[in-house]
């Protein structure tokens, strides 16, 4: 009987942990996204420039290393 607790709450115990590692998962795949369009759009914007082609009233979105040494901090401080 004591076998058979233990063996649930390990199986327990391992749905939460794989549960959390997913939901971790999702959060990272989700700030690659995002950052990965980010990057293309200043690729697109650098690549105007260079050809001269720069719009006028169109501001280049700029990302800041920083941002993202803060979000990691956050994670690992989690």
Same mark, same amino acid.
């Given at each position: 009987?004591?076998?058979? &607790?233990?063996?649930?709450?390990? &199986?327990?115990?391992?749905?939460?942990?794989?549960? &959390?590692?997913? $939901?971790?998962?999702?959060?990272v =795949? =989700?700030?690659?996204?995002? %950052? %990965?369009?980010?990057? *293309?759009?200043?690729?697109?914007?650098?690549?105007?420039?260079?050809?001269?082609?720069?719009?006028?009233?169109?501001? $280049?979105?700029?990302?800041?290393?920083?941002? %993202? $040494?803060? *979000?990691?901090?956050?994670? *690992?401080?989690?």
């Amino acid at each position: 009987m004591l076998l058979g &607790v233990l063996l649930a709450v390990l &199986v327990l115990y391992g749905l939460l942990l794989f549960w &959390v590692l997913n $939901e971790r998962l999702k959060e990272v =795949h =989700h700030l690659l996204r995002s %950052l %990965l369009k980010r990057i *293309e759009r200043m690729e697109k914007g650098a690549q105007r420039r260079e050809r001269g082609e720069e719009e006028e009233g169109v501001t $280049e979105e700029r990302f800041p290393l920083y941002m %993202l $040494e803060s *979000e990691t901090s956050k994670k *690992e401080g989690e």
